[in-house]
């Protein structure tokens, strides 16, 4: 079963615009990633913020994280039509055992 | 240096057969993990590898088997396929369980 939702499920902007998709989650966790899959291939990892951390920077790549209300949010900046792809988001429990549980992901277009 | 590489990239089979997936690791990783991804969902985990055992596993049926090898390669075996096995079967390797997982492409599986 997934481990949490995300949000929206399709997101269509132009090229220049930022787009924030969310995520959240039902246990405790060690960290939060975000990946991010082309055409339905291999996931690339794009980010991982800790438990214990707020805020991360990576790139064009912001992600936040608020744990008292289990949700994450990942903004791409300045967006390109190459990150046209799906974006998942993934947690760790708490245990740390490694284990990966997936959201459902959010469809991301952009539009040259 | 090579990443996570998975053999074959695509599959069609049978109700009823079987099938063995393969995995090598990036190199330097020696815990592997299974997802199954059906489509326009998030990944599913299968089980994870290490040291040639079974560490952790996920809410999947006995005719889903694994085994590591002493070079940490993995293969996934499917028993007895139904038509929804049909799924993208992805592996990620890592540098033990408490460290990021890098994906492979995938093998996309039918049953038919």
């Known amino acids: 079963s997934q481990q949490g939702e995300e949000d929206p499920q399709a997101l269509s902007i132009q090229e220049g615009e930022n787009a924030t998709m969310n995520c959240s989650y039902k246990?405790?966790?060690?960290?939060l990633q975000w990946y991010r899959q082309n055409s339905g291939r291999g996931l690339v990892h794009l980010i991982l913020i800790r438990s214990n951390e707020r805020e991360k920077h990576s790139g064009r790549l912001r992600v936040t994280l608020d744990t008292s209300k289990k949700s994450s949010s990942l903004l791409i900046t300045a967006s390109r039509a190459a990150d046209t792809a799906s974006y998942f988001c993934a947690t760790v429990g708490s245990s740390n055992t490694g284990k990966l549980i997936f959201g459902q992901g959010t469809t991301l277009q952009v539009k040259p | 240096d090579a990443g996570v590489t998975q053999s074959p990239t695509h599959l069609i089979k049978t109700r009823g057969q079987q099938v063995t997936l393969r995995c090598s690791p990036k190199?330097?990783?020696?815990?592997v993990s299974w997802y199954q991804q059906a489509l326009g969902q998030g990944p599913q985990f299968i089980f994870q590898?290490?040291?040639?055992?079974?560490?952790q596993r996920g809410n999947f049926p006995d005719r889903f088997s694994g085994h590591q090898f002493p070079n940490y390669s993995s293969e996934l075996n499917v028993n007895a396929l139904l038509l929804g096995d049909s799924a993208l079967y992805l592996c990620a390797s890592s540098l033990n369980r408490f460290y990021e997982q890098y994906f492979g492409p995938g093998t996309r599986l039918t049953v038919t």
């Open positions: 246990t405790s966790i060690n960290n």
């Open positions: 190199s330097g990783h020696d815990t």
């Open positions: 590898y290490y040291e040639e055992e079974e560490r």
